[in-house]
T-cell receptor, first 112, second 114 residues
Framework: DGGITQSPKYLFRKEGQNVTLSCEQNLNHDAMYWYRQDPGQGLRLIYYSQIVNDFQKGDIAEGYSVSREKKESFPLTVTSAQKNPTAFYLC???????????FGEGSRLTVL | QKEVEQNSGPLSVPEGAIASLNCTYS??????FFWYRQYSGKSPELIMSIYSNGDKEDGRFTAQLNKASQYVSLLIRDSQPSDSATYLC??????????????FGTGTRLLVSP
């Protein structure tokens, strides 16, 4: 079935560690996105990519990094520089210039 | 800063009633509007998109858009307990790169009681 797969669903991290969240899609979408969701807040855009080997910072990119080496894959690394990384992370994809996003199931990161 | 405003709720309606969810936005050049439904602990899913003034119906859902008032709403007819979720309004905005970035509201929590 077509869709977006995020892994892991749950992740615990010690302070000072980098972690990488995986996102894979088989929808043949050009655009991919990473959002962060905190309780009581809307989705905030971390990074987005419209084409392979190119990506742009969103509203809250500090402390995060991404890569887009393949159309299907858009992994997110949460670095130790991210001050408050505990959150629900959502990966999404869409056709280019479309606001109709398809979301993965999300990854819940907890910093111990 | 482009903004999308929603009442956080909860909006409580009895089963079978009409639920009305509202959203206002600040960017006058926005052209695309979306409603996403998010169950607790789950990811959002798109339920409606609307691009022109007026009403758009899809089953029990009707999206209404009034660009002059910068207002978009979602009506859910014959509400069911399974409709209980948070509904996110999203509006497109344009970056300098030409990228259409979605701006999300914080969502309205809907509770449908049996």
């Amino acid at each position: 079935d077509g869709g977006i797969t995020q892994s892991p669903k749950y992740l615990f991290r010690k302070e000072g560690q980098n972690v990488t969240l995986s996102c894979e899609q088989n929808l043949n979408h050009d655009a991919m996105y990473w959002y962060r969701q905190d309780p009581g807040q809307g989705l905030r855009l971390i990074y987005y990519s419209q084409i392979v080997n190119d990506f742009q910072k969103g509203d809250i990119a500090e402390g995060y990094s991404v890569s887009r080496e393949k159309k299907e894959s858009f992994p997110l690394t949460v670095t130790s520089a991210q001050k408050n990384p505990t959150a629900f992370y959502l990966c999404a994809s869409s056709p280019l210039k479309s606001g109709e996003l398809f979301f993965g199931e999300g990854s819940r990161l907890t910093v111990l | 800063q482009k903004e999308v405003e929603q009442n956080s709720g909860p909006l409580s309606v009895p089963e079978g009633a009409i639920a009305s969810l509202n959203c206002t936005y600040s960017d006058r050049v926005s052209q695309s509007f979306f409603w996403y439904r998010q169950y607790s602990g789950k990811s959002p899913e798109l339920i409606m998109s609307i691009y022109s003034n007026g009403d758009k119906e899809d089953g029990r859902f009707t999206a209404q858009l009034n660009k002059a008032s910068q207002y978009v709403s979602l009506l859910i007819r014959d509400s069911q307990p399974s409709d209980s979720a948070t509904y996110l309004c999203a509006v497109n905005g344009f970056e300098n790169t030409g990228f259409q970035k979605l701006v999300f509201g914080t969502g309205t929590r809907l509770l449908v009681s049996p």
